[in-house]
């Protein structure tokens, strides 16, 4: 059977889904096969140019869609059944929504007669899907797949990306065949992103140009928007400090002398201190949510420009002065263009503000990374952030869990924009292994470093074999306190030393590894993590490295 690009003609059903899937260029399905969805998986068949990624739970195929839409901007795709195989997708769809991630998700319900009738795994997918997606569709006749396919992909890449859910009838992705006209996407879907109104650039300059104390917060919006150059050009055109929020990591290059880290509950304590003493906060992509503000309790000046593509999130949590409704890239260097030659404050109060931000990081940076915690065991998880932070050079692309580890990697100094991601929004736990294994088979010729919790491998592990079976070799930094680390502190912090229901018994997780066709070893030592983080990048395989972490090394204390 040929695989060319079909003339206009007739094609079955399920033929027509595949081909539409491939005129937008997907290159992997992530999924769980099933009853209802056989007939597409047999189009797959005969369409050797995707990749159908078979995963051991449909909530790993989501965040595995979710992980490559974040990493490469084109939407994720992960298919599922009906009733318990969509269900099970619902979790890692909640994420990609919160966190503005392009997904499409595919799942084939019952036939139409016989949905709300008492069928096996009968259940109403769009009413479940709704308040995780951009849209939420059924599809129940053939002659409707083409449209719906073309306008999953258009709403979930339009304005701010995410999720979109199509629910097929299975006897609309069963019928015979139907008309089909190949149409590319740049026919009928449009990614040009608005730019800001002139006057609201000016607006923004005014402000911008007067502040003593300015800082640059650069949230997930400005990854999305490729904006990491147009914000270093005017951190550097105005001395200006640059922070980003838990999504904005990578947002620019940790390692640049202008970036200070992330602010949200957790840290750190430089962050901290320069959004509560600035007095103009340009935020860039940045919806100034509960996570990035300690819930809305963090006192910050109300002197706010707020750039962002919807304009229904300007002002939503904070009065801003200014608005900019527009795209992040453009409006940063029209905003560096229009402060050129205008008045501002002295370079002397400028040069001032940013030197205390410097001191203040080198002070973090000697409290934080202790030469103590070079022969601290049980190992100090400052002391793996600082043994990864070494590790991650320019070609690695790091995926963080929800939970502690993911807590922790505040830490690490991304070097490359958007080689970053982590479930914030959602804190969906279980993303770690899956994403990553996504995001080194999108970007094979880059390395791989997952952090995760004994924890959230628990509830992800069957993935490991997923990993070897697909030939995705990555690197997997299991963080092992042997609990549920955060909410034990968590019920410290809150309660006293009253656990209960967080403690796990002792795994041989890297032994689980190997099982599986996967290498590993359990690190107990500091001084031999080093070592054994370049194992796990020279290796040809997943490779687990187990590190027994200090579980006292508590996060619900002040920023770090």
Not at 302 to 316: E, F, S, T
Not at 371 to 399: C, R, Y
């Amino acid at each position: 059977m040929t695989t060319s690009q079909p003339a206009p003609g007739k094609i079955s059903a399920a033929r027509a889904v595949v081909q539409c899937l491939k005129l937008e260029g997907v290159e992997f399905i992530f999924g769980v096969p099933g009853g209802q969805t056989l007939s597409i998986m047999d189009a797959l068949f005969d369409e050797p140019g995707i990749r159908f990624i078979t995963t051991r739970d449909e909530r790993a195929a989501a965040h595995m869609a979710d992980g490559y839409g974040r990493l490469t901007g084109k939407p994720g795709v992960c298919l599922a059944t009906t009733g318990p195989g969509a269900t099970n997708l619902i979790t890692a769809v909640g994420g990609a929504h919160r966190d503005s991630s392009p997904v499409v998700v595919i799942t084939c319900n019952n036939r139409r007669r016989h949905i709300g009738q008492d069928d096996n795994q009968d259940a109403d997918h769009v009413t479940l899907f709704r308040q995780f997606t951009k849209l939420a569709r059924f599809v129940p006749d053939s002659e409707g797949i083409p449209q719906a396919v073309r306008e999953a992909f258009r709403v979930a890449t339009t304005g701010n990306p995410g999720p979109v859910l199509l629910d097929f009838a299975r006897d609309a992705v069963e019928g015979g065949e139907i008309a089909f006209e190949p149409i590319k996407p740049e026919n009928y879907r449009f990614n040009a992103r608005p730019v800001a109104p002139e006057p609201s650039i000016a607006a923004a300059a005014e402000v911008v140009a007067v502040a003593e104390k300015p800082v640059l917060w650069l949230g997930r919006g400005a990854i999305i928007a490729q904006a990491s150059e147009a914000a270093l050009r005017l951190a550097e055109a105005m001395g200006m400090p640059i922070v980003t929020t838990f999504n904005g990591i990578s947002a620019v290059p940790g390692d640049h002398d202008l970036s200070f880290g992330p602010r949200s509950r957790f840290g750190t304590k430089v962050s901290k201190h320069l959004l509560q003493e600035a007095d103009c906060i340009l935020a860039v992509g940045n919806s100034l949510n509960a996570a990035s503000t300690s819930r809305w309790t963090l006192p910050i000046t109300r002197n706010i420009v707020q750039v962002d593509l919807d304009p229904a999130i300007i002002g939503r949590n904070y009065p801003v002065a200014v608005g900019v409704i527009g795209d992040a890239a453009d409006a940063l260097q029209r905003l560096t263009l229009a402060l050129q030659g205008k008045a501002t404050a002295t370079a002397g109060t400028r040069a001032d503000w940013l030197g205390t931000a410097r001191r203040l990081r080198e002070e973090w940076r000697r409290e934080v990374f202790a030469p103590s915690h070079a022969t601290s065991t049980p190992i100090k998880p400052q002391w793996v952030m600082k043994a990864l932070g070494d590790a991650v050079d320019g070609n690695t692309i790091v995926v963080a869990d929800a939970g502690n580890p993911g807590v922790w990697t505040h830490m690490l100094p991304i070097k490359t924009p958007g080689a970053y991601m982590k479930p914030v929004g959602f804190g969906n736990m279980a993303f770690g292994l899956p994403a990553a294994i996504a995001a080194k088979l999108a970007r094979p010729e880059q390395d791989v470093i997952a952090i995760v919790g004994d924890g959230s491998l628990g509830m992800s592990m069957g993935d490991i074999e997923t990993a070897i079976r697909e030939k995705a070799p990555l690197t997997l930094v299991v963080m092992n306190d042997m609990a549920y680390g955060n909410i034990k502190q968590e019920e410290l912090h809150f309660h006293g030393q009253r656990y209960i229901g967080v403690d796990f018994g002792d795994v041989d997780y890297a032994g689980v590894a190997r099982c599986m066709g996967g290498d590993g070893e359990k690190v107990t030592r500091p001084g031999d993590l080093a070592a054994a983080i370049a194992r796990g990048k020279a290796s040809d395989r997943l490779y687990l490295i187990d590190v027994r972490i200090d579980g006292a090394e508590n996060v619900w204390k002040d920023p770090m």
